[in-house]
Structures are given as structure tokens and as C-alpha cells.
Nanobody, 125 residues
Framework: QVQLAESGGGLVQAGGSLRLSCAAS????????MGWFRQAPGKERDFVAH????????TYADSVKGRFTISRDNAKNTVHLQMNYLKPEDTAVYYC??????????????????WGQGTQVTVSS
């Protein structure tokens, strides 16, 4: 089982930036597909971004494409989500997730084995 710990959330004004980090332990990052999801109040948890295990393939939700960037540093067991041009609708709890499988459908939550506790991101207008 992989343990995941998110950090970097906080309060930011619309148009600002935040960088989330996810530290992974208990598994080799180079053998994990990694994803970010988010859950806004009263809504279901939604896919945000995915990185293949060696970082060569990335996938984004349409709502964040061009604004968010997922990256990974396997040597440091860390995955990042750089969020630019933030909007109030980006307000949510952001979760990091890991999969031991090579994901053919990275947007599906069911493909991920392990989840972090989440970090709150609040964007004020």
C-alpha cells in the first residue's frame, strides 16, 4: 500500500497560482500512475490530471487544460500540480491518487488504489 500526503493548499485570489505537492511512500513512484482529483462542496469528486509512471503521458480535465500542469520527480517520490490562473470554481479539496496499474482510463477513480487525505484550495473572487 502506498501512503500519499498532499500539501500546498491554501487561500488565493482569482487569477493567482498555487502549487500542490504529493509525497508518496511505500512504493516506487516509477511504478505508479499518479492522478489528482478534486471535490467541491456538495459535488462528486472529479478528475483533474494524470501522469503516467514515467511522466511521458499526461491527461487533463477540460476545465483545467492550459492552466494546470502535473509533473513528477520520481527521485524525490513527489508529484506536483501547478495551478495557474485560478478561478473561484477551482475551489475544492484536492486529492492525490496512485495506481499500480497502467491506466487506460486515467479519469476513472476506480483505477486508483491509494488516496491521500486531501488539501483544501480556496479561490476568492
Amino acid at each position: 500500500q502506498v501512503q500519499l500526503a498532499e500539501s500546498g493548499g491554501g487561500l488565493v485570489q482569482a487569477g493567482g497560482s498555487l502549487r500542490l505537492s504529493c509525497a508518496a511512500s511505500g512504493g516506487a513512484p516509477s511504478s505508479l500512475d499518479m492522478g489528482w482529483f478534486r471535490q467541491a462542496p456538495g459535488k462528486e469528486r472529479d478528475f483533474v490530471a494524470h501522469s503516467s509512471r514515467r511522466g511521458g503521458i499526461t491527461t487533463y480535465a477540460d476545465s483545467v487544460k492550459g492552466r494546470f500542469t502535473i509533473s513528477r520527480d520520481n527521485a524525490k517520490n513527489t508529484v506536483h500540480l501547478q495551478m495557474n490562473y485560478l478561478k473561484p470554481e477551482d475551489t475544492a479539496v484536492y486529492y492525490c491518487a496512485a495506481s499500480t496499474q497502467i491506466l487506460n482510463i486515467p479519469r476513472s477513480q476506480g483505477g486508483y488504489d491509494d488516496w491521500g487525505q486531501g488539501t483544501q484550495v480556496t479561490v476568492s473572487s
